[in-house]
């Protein structure tokens, strides 16, 4: 399926739509608005890529609302050329976001369906990134330390080996709780050993998954 200007125009809408929820960052709209949400659906859903909602893709998991993609990359306030680690690669539509604004991505995802399925559409799309089939609470300590981390879904506890892999200095954004929303946090690594936590509102994500054997 190809990007025509009808979806170029309902991208706009939603880009309009984001505008009125209070998202000011532009760069950050600039990158959704470049990014063909449709081609990260399954089919019955293509004709609603561009409402501001989340819809299933698969293995329990769903493709995350617009808003919350565009609220997380803004609270990451990357300018470009920053190693980010993400915790949930999905559908891919997160990573493409943030492909789109400047940085380098490493993306973990424990569903393996899901993994070859993104990273598929990922590369079909010419986005380059570095995508794993893992767990995310154990990050990528190869890859290690990283200028931002960020979590796309519902995390239980803030894990520690993550924050040994944020480099000082860096953001870890996180939607942390067990029920059915989470507050949203942003964790800045000030020293080692020394984490200021900010509080940016409820969300509601599909939990994070511990412990538990990996998936096909």
Known sequence: MMDNYKHKGLRKKLIELLREKGIENERVLDAINAVPRHLF????????????????IGADQTISQPYTVAFQSHLLEVKGGEKVLEIGTGSGYQAAVLLE???????????????????????????????????????????????????????????EKLIEQLKVGGYLVIPLGKGE??????LHKKAEGEIEEEKFGQFSFVPMLENKSFSS
């Open 181 to 186: 929303s989470q507050q949203m946090l942003r």
């Open 101 to 159: 604004l400047g940085v380098k991505v490493f993306s973990i995802e424990r569903h393996r369906s899901l993994h070859k399925k993104s990273k598929q559409k990922l590369e079909e799309l010419g986005y380059k990134g570095r995508f794993f089939f893992g767990d995310g609470f154990e990050g990528l300590p190869t890859f290690a330390p990283f200028d931002r981390i960020i979590i796309t879904a519902a995390a239980p506890r803030i894990p």
């Open 41 to 56: 659906m399954d089919n019955a859903f293509i004709n609603f890529a561009y409402k501001d909602q989340a819809f299933p």
